[in-house]
């Protein structure tokens, strides 16, 4: 259900102080962003942007959600909202202006992947609903991705919605999962709304309903006879794997071939060839050797390098949940307001810490390329030309930078989704942002998609901007 209620309490105090100060009206620019890479990594995939705008699409307070409001009371039982603020709620449509990276693109930390422009109460009412969806699919994408990359072209199912968090995250998690390179999910309703192509095999409650192993498999071919996959460890892992080769001739005899066995638990990489070399000997090359068991990028790395046979990788709980980081921080953070001559304003929100300082000004990102991959990416300001030369400095390590060869071809990142509160155009299918990601992938350097350690892509401020928050730091 798209709610504008879907938010934080404090986003509906501030837009009603807004309201009574006469500043509803003001025109403000917010960038939403992320201050660091997740799991440690070298980039991140840009996903949530469709469901974000679907939401945005269908932004209203009905009846009922005024009422509500309404119904909120101050510690000493005073009506908490005015009516004629709530009177102004329910007359509310959004008027934003709105340029978001298109899903499926990589992305670097500070670089804004919204910017979000239009009356300042407007834009603090999408900030948590924004943030919530931009901030896990980012996420899970992200995650997606680093798996699918170690698993060096193998298929990856998307297995996890037994336990992802809840039944949106979980359909959320499947469509990210998709984007970030997955090529298919177990999830049937996020088959059916996003096109997803579904897969599944069986649990061990068939095995374990019979009370032969063998009579369990062969019913098992006998419902699904063009797409059986045999999870063979209920018992004993290979005479699981024996019985399903007698499976597999049995159902070659009647003209259909076993899709493949599934390895749940134990030695992945020991069982795994040795299932191998007893399919190859029965004359069954084709059979797939489906892997699960708390799989995650980092352990398929390792069974690839210990020479697994293992064909497909069904990653679940640590792909679904992000386990590892489980949360991506991003945040959005005023960047300029308006002022009655109608220039900008630039604002910055200070820190003791330097990455957690916000950069000032109406953001673009600049992505330069050469021969096909990715240079570097400059954050600047549209109200500022760029020069001819640009050096790249590092928001959070200054001495950091990195020229930008002038003959450079390049690609402006942001691009207009919403004017006005409306949407321009129809919202793109995850497979879209999917075939996205894949080209942005090919298109970086390989030390940037090292699991560990990777080197580190170049993006950074361009020279003014960079000295404009410089001096904003210092005279705060």
Known sequence: MNSPLQTDLYQLTMTAAYFQAGKAGQESVFHLFFRRLPFKGGYAIAAGLGPALEWLGDFHFSAGEIDYLATLRTKNGHPMFQENFLNHLSALRLSLDIDAIPEGSAVFAHEP??????????????????????????????????????????????????????????????????????????????????????????????????????????????????????????????????????????LRERGHQLSGIRLDSGDLAWLSQQARSRLDAAGFPDVAIVARNDLDEHLIESLRHQGAKIDVWGVGTNLVTAADQPALGGVYKLAALRRPDGTWQPRIKLSE????????????????????????????????????????????????????????????????????????????????ARERCQKAISQLDPSILRLTNPHRYPAGLEQTLHDRREQMIATH
């Open 113 to 250: 992947i919204l910017r979000v422009q239009g009356p300042i109460l407007h834009a603090q009412l999408v900030e948590t609903a924004l943030l919530n969806i931009i901030n896990f699919q980012t996420l899970i994408a992200t995650k997606a991705a680093r798996v699918c990359h170690a698993a060096a072209g193998s298929p990856v199912f998307e297995f996890g919605y037994r336990r992802a968090q809840g039944p949106d995250g979980g359909l959320s998690a499947s469509r990210a999962a998709w984007i970030g390179g997955c090529c298919g999910t177990s999830n049937v309703l996020a088959g059916k709304i996003h096109g997803i192509p579904v897969r599944g095999t069986h649990a061990h409650s068939w095995v374990m309903s019979f009370d032969d192993e063998q009579e369990a498999f062969d019913r098992y071919a006998d419902a699904m006879p063009d797409n059986s996959t045999l999870l063979v460890d209920t018992y004993d892992t290979l005479t699981g794997v024996d019985r399903a080769i007698a499976t597999a001739r049995r």
């Open 353 to 432: 810490q330097r990455a957690k300082s916000s950069i000032p000004g109406r953001l673009q990102v600049r992505r330069f390329h050469r021969d096909g991959a990715f240079i570097g990416d400059a954050i600047h300001d549209i109200d500022h030309p760029l020069p001819e030369s640009i050096t790249l400095i590092d928001p959070d390590e200054p001495l950091h930078q990195k020229p930008i060869p002038a003959a450079a071809a390049s690609i402006d990142l942001l691009q207009p989704v919403m004017k006005n509160g409306a949407l321009l155009g129809e919202i793109e299918p995850p497979a879209a």
